[in-house]
């Protein structure tokens, strides 16, 4: 069951997104545990750099072939970067969730958001908790 | 069985032709004279050229790689894949219908008029509704219809703060989509452990907001509505509408009338109830019926009679409009016509009985060997999960595939939403009972192969002109035209 | 009973299958239905049909119509009588593909997702697009939709349509828009066509799209030049309705700065059958394909690398994307998107040709004929391509009529859609046309008191 890949140094929300704080911005992206209930990711739309995202809201959309996932971004900001290498490969986000599948990078505004985010032991057990649903 | 197809681009051979016109015979001027030069094409349209054998041959070696309901049995749940009778497609075909432009003159069409003011009466009686437009030209356009025609209807009222439509959580994609498209939001309403609207949640989902409810009953499951007097009232009261979505009508006719459940809207859906083919995905006709206080909102025009002439009548100043550019799919009105003319009270209420009747006997059967969630009288289809099969390796899309490799055409995958890995079978009132052992059999066979192999299952089919199409790299890179390498 | 050759259960069959289930009569299987709410006996429909009375009946009702083979016609606007090869007729008769569903089993339906995807790419080769959906109800959902295209692409949400698109599509338009939120607006005409310093003036940013018919509801060819910068200066989307007959002649849409190429496709190989079913047609550049409604066919291989085709990019559509899909159509008209294309490719790259230029040849003849006639006016100045509009002494559904006792089925009344245009005609020529049949018609125009 549980070999799902939770890293450290990352947050995580409910809806499965991560958020990696790197100075004054922070990448977000989507968990190994979300990429593999999509299967096989097949189109992403990015935000466009300089909008603003708020917590909660949906900030970008993932398609695998039969369904739709919004990225609901974990925490307030504006986008200052978007990996454009998902246009040609959205893949990437399925071989490699935390790292050159991270989905846009925004500037952090309230670090406060952070912390009520889950760290990996927490999402560990609310993964582990899904699954038993 | 792998068998490659060229393409007609492939087949092109510079020179062919396909066709005979006959010579112009009016005095010609030079093109540059009609047309401005920066007007006309300067590269030649690039179409194929084949002689007329070479496309029959290749229209024809298509057919064969396509499953009708000619073919076999096609138990498509929602789908209503009954058999097609052949005479539609002969009085639909007749002159007088086929070649019909809608602008004529009323008089020199009298005869479709009288077709299209007859099929109203008909589907009035049938559904116990007041009036019909049969201008929608499929279900997801007759929702749509029918949720303009609700909208007028609550902002000529001066009530027009009533934003949502409430759809039950079992309820097709389409339903959804429609009510964005009317400009309305959505609120699904979940169903219960009984697989029926949840009562309770919709009475704390109903209020002022709430323009109307879609209800498809029987719904998706294939299990009647039993408290649908209660969900009326707990519509109406709040002073919502009640719209029916004629999908699954196949399992009622001249049992129960919608009009009677309280329903202010239906659409049925021509091409599922009333026989007439699907063609590929269309056209189909979704005619929509309404109720007295809601006739001034359908769309222009309506047919009426005056005189003993019949005539187009554009006279409904709180009509929504056009929903077509002209009177709908015609041509399907005529072919569905046939069949009820042919059906007649006795004959549709038979078709709903077997069709109930079918779907029951082969409900039975399966269970033996699969999976049925709500396991209770159904109507004209249900919903099997292939959950436990799934564990063992090969789920309801992997079922459908074993079942393309014996001659069927699989069942309804992966709908409805909430019952997983959802089989969703409904067999018609057209399929004979040995057809529905020879199924259940083959089903059988294949809870065999999952148990014994269930890998292999999980690669077919392996008897198809193609194996298991890639889906993800269709959209992954799509290829949506043929180019000229 | 009429119909009791459809259903195969014999009482027998029902009574051991009731049996098999544990139920003791049909009523059980009802038992869910609240009994205060049933039908009570049999419901009043008209009575049971033989196939031979059927099929007296439906001839008859038939018989009381006349139509485009018992007259001649030069009846068009937007619905037209072009020839249809014998072939049309019966690869579409085919019942593999006239039987089946939506081809949710690619594997077993792999004849009607070629097809489509052939259809696909005749309509891109016609409208020089990048993709096209695999077809929409009618012209009218074709071009209401396309717009919306435009409105989903920009973020925003005002249309501007020119008065010179098909007042039949503008209707649509206008019903469609005002429930959804949408704001349509009209462009002025002048001489018939778009004017296109009004809508310089009325193009602002925001402006979704902006939509014009070539060649125009009065027959008429539309300027494009400069039409398109005009739009994309303010980051609108440019919609041309076009007439896929009149393309293998004229410039195709992309060239003169096309974003959406949308249409009707009733005229390739389709009969009329009083405006329905008709053909919708929806084509776009690459950039626009995941706004685009309905399904679409592409190109895939198998688990052994054979070529093969599917539905794709479903992700837009309503079963997946439910309350946020591109649009609610579930459907569409695969079968007459069959028809379009055994059409295209029986007439194939010199017939397509030889039909449109021999529509412009005729159309050109008989406007030259008629508008010389005493009591009868050209409206408009400008160059048409298979109909235009003539002022006529008279009311035109007298001369009409006057026309049908001659088996002539004669124009449309453009007054109705047009108050200004007052005793005005729109006359339609195609290549199916005589000049002995046109000659007729103006002889019988000159003769009408």
New interface residues.
Partial sequence: MMDYKIVDGVRYTQKHEWVRPEGETAKVGLSDYAQDKLG?I??V?LPEVGVEVEAGKSSAVI??????ADLYAPIDGKVVEVNEELLDQ??LINSDPYGEGWVYKVEIRDGNQLEILMDKKAYEVFVAEEEEE | MRKPKALLFEMSRSGRLGYSLPDCDVPEKPLAELIPEKHQRSEPLDLPELSEGEIIRHFTELSTRNFGVDTGFYPLGSCTMKYNPKVNEETAALSGFSLLHPCQPEETVQGALELLYKMEQELKELTGMDRFTLQPAAGAHGELTGLMVIQAYHHHRGDSKRNRVLIPLSAHGTNPATVSMAGYEVVQVPCDERGLVDLEALKEAVDENTSALMLTNPSTLGLFEEDIVAIARTVHEAGGLLYYDGANMNAIMGYIRPGDMGFDVVHLNLHKTMSTPHGGGGPGSGPVGVKERLIPFLPVPLVDNKNDQFFFNYDLPESIGKMHSFYGNFGVVVKAYTYLRMMGAEGLKQASGDAVLNANYLMNLLKKNYWLPYDRICKHEFVLSAKPEKKKGAGAGDIAKALLDRGFHPPTV?FPLIVEDALMIEPTETETKETLDAFAEVMTEIAKDIDEDAEKVAHGPYNTVVGRLD??QA??NPVLRWEKK | MGGKHYLPLTDEDRKEMLAAIGARSMEDLFSDIPSEMRVKGKLALSPALSESEALKHLSELAAKNRHTDSCVSFMGAGIYDHFIPSVVKHVIGRSEFCTSYTPYQPEVSQGILQAIFEYQTMICQLTGMDVANASMYDGGTAVTEGAIMGCGATRRSKVLVSRSVSPFYRAIMANYYDSRGLALEEIPLKDGCTDLEELAEMVDGETASVVVQQPNFFGLIEETEGLADLIHDQKAVLVVCADPISLPLLQPPSEYGADIVVGEGQCLGVPSSFGGPALGIIAARQKFV?QMPGRIAGETVDSEGNRGYVLTL??REQH??RE?AASNICSNQALVALAASVYMATLGRQGMREVAEQCIQKAAYAREKISALKGYEEVFPGRCFKEFAVKVPGKPANLNCALLEKNILGGVDLEPFYPELKQTMLFTVTEKRTAEEINTLVRELEGWK
Avoid: D, G, M, N
Wanted: proline share 4%; aromatic share 8%; hydrophobic share 35%.
């Fill in positions: 096989e097949v189109f739309e398609e695998s072939v039969k369904a739709v959205p893949e | 992966y889906e993800v959209a992954r | 995941r479903q992700t997946i994307r946020k």
